[in-house]
Structures are given as C-alpha cells and as structure tokens.
C-alpha cells in the first residue's frame, strides 16, 4: 500500500488511526509502513506512526514486530532528544 500523494503525514496518521479503530488492522499496518517511507519524516510524525504500527501488530498477535516497532521508537526519540517520546516507547 501506498501512501495516497494528496494525503499529508497528518493526514495519513488519522486515517490508519480510523482504519485500525475500525478493525482494518492490516490496511491500518500498510498506511503506517508507507507513510515511514516518507524521504524526509519530521521526529513526531515518524513517533507517531512507529507507536500506531506497533500497537498494530501488537492487536495482530505479531508481538516481535511490535516489540521492534518500540525500538525503533526509542532510538528514534533518543536522536531526537524526545523524552516524552522516550517514555511512550517504553510503555
């Protein structure tokens, strides 16, 4: 799944949020993994869409890919210097 060009990163993380609180967990996994792709991801939005997809799979049963979403999390906060990010990803 592609991230959709007319949507932003604002946007792309509502609707994966929508779509998971919907059900449509793998659609949700998708818009997440593409809107990561993204060149040039700003720290809160890559946070943001790294603890989605984690608590993603983590509703899927894939408990390891959630558990590497969080690391990434984490180190992705501590570059940032994001200690709220950094406790989000240890919880």
Do not use: V, Y
């Not at 792709?37 to 408990?63: D, M, N």
């Amino acid at each position: 799944m592609t991230t959709p060009p007319d949507l932003s990163l604002a946007q792309a993380l509502n609707h994966a949020q929508a779509l998971h609180w919907s059900g449509r967990q793998p659609e949700a996994e998708g818009l997440c993994t593409a809107a990561l792709a993204a060149p040039t991801l700003p720290a809160p939005q890559q946070l943001a869409l790294l603890e989605l997809r984690s608590e993603i799979r983590f509703a899927l049963g894939r408990f390891a890919e959630a558990l590497a979403d969080a690391d990434a999390m984490l180190k992705a906060a501590k570059k940032a210097q994001d200690a709220t990010g950094q406790s989000r990803a240890q919880s």
